[in-house]
């Protein structure tokens, strides 16, 4: 059982007063994805220096944000892939909630937990996975316009009706001409086809809507799942083609492990950026 202790203004000072612009820097990413692998953050945080300069300095920065209590950290279930700190996962403990956004944390019981149940840590750091390939791309010419995770980058359809769509993530990518705009799906492969089918009905609806071209001076945002593999694109890929005939354009599917040229690409169609 995960035990909340009593955190003072006084400890939070103390711990604030000892923290670097990369520590706060991991608070702002951990606010964002909730989960991350050391190798996730490594990426994100340590782009200088020869491989083993950033991991030894990842290492000490995630072992010292441990120490003072910021981060909780634990091993990844089966070991994970890779070997050494990639089998760790991290996430804000109670004193970093609190750094990270002082009023919400107080008041949402979400941030009083920081681990995942296990059966979702995987879809977890997928899309955590997602968010650093954003910032990967970002690094070479594009800008990173804006992410959102859920729950903030849900949709609410209109006319009082309690349906929503629910992305994984939304992002938005620009280059020197376009912004490029997703709601991102990161499929595992455990929904069945008619519960993929009502979601894309969602997404229809949501797009007859005109609430989110309203917003975005006439564009909606491509659908992008991400699957496993490739009997998992051809399967989505045939629930796709049985929608009404302006609905596919908005959906496309790629493999995970081609998200990044996916995104370095933007070989996109029209209705998804923005000039």
């Given at each position: 059982?995960?035990v ?5 203004q ?6 604030e ?8 820097a991991?608070i ?15 990426r994100l945080?340590?782009?200088s220096?020869?491989r ?8 000490y ?9 910021v981060?909780v950290r ?5 070991g ?8 760790f996962?991290?996430?804000l403990?109670?004193?970093?909630q609190?750094?990270?956004?002082p009023?919400s944390?107080r008041?949402s ?8 149940d296990v059966?979702?840590?995987p879809h ?6 997602v968010y ?10 594009f800008t990173l316009?804006?992410?959102?995770s859920?729950p903030?980058c ?22 020197a001409r376009?912004?490029?705009h ?8 455990t ?5 993929i089918?009502e979601k894309l009905?969602i997404?229809?609806?949501?797009y ?11 564009v909606f945002?491509k659908?992008?799942f991400?699957?496993?593999?490739l ?10 083609h049985?929608?009404?005939h ?6 496309r599917?790629?493999?995970q492990s081609?998200?990044y ?7 996109l169609n ?5 000039a």
């Open positions: 059982m995960y909340v202790s009593r955190f003072t006084e400890r939070r000072y103390a711990i007063q000892q923290l670097t612009p990369t520590h706060r991991i702002k990413t951990l606010s964002i994805v909730r989960v991350a692998t050391s190798k996730q953050l490594e945080h340590f782009i220096g020869n083993g300069t950033r991991l030894r300095m990842c290492n920065t995630l072992r010292r944000m441990t120490d003072l209590g981060l634990w091993r990844r279930p089966n994970g892939p890779g070997g050494g700190s990639e089998v996962c991290y996430a403990d109670r004193p970093g609190l750094i990270a956004r009023d944390a008041r019981k979400h941030w009083l937990y920081p681990y995942p059966t979702y840590l977890r750091l997928a899309v955590t996975e650093v390939l954003a910032h990967e791309a970002a690094a070479h010419g316009k804006k992410y959102e859920e903030i849900w949709r609410r359809l209109p006319m009082h009706t309690a349906r929503t769509v629910r992305p994984d993530a939304y992002l938005s990518l620009a280059d376009y912004v490029y997703w709601f991102i799906e990161v499929d595992m492969g929904e069945w086809p008619k519960r089918n009905k997404y229809y609806r949501y007859q809507s005109g609430y989110e071209q309203y917003d975005l001076k006439g945002p659908v992008l991400l699957v496993p593999d009997a998992r694109k051809q399967q989505i890929e045939a629930v796709i049985q929608q009404a302006d609905a596919r354009r908005l959906f599917v790629e493999l081609g998200a040229e996916v995104l370095c690409n933007l070989c029209d209705g998804d950026k923005l």
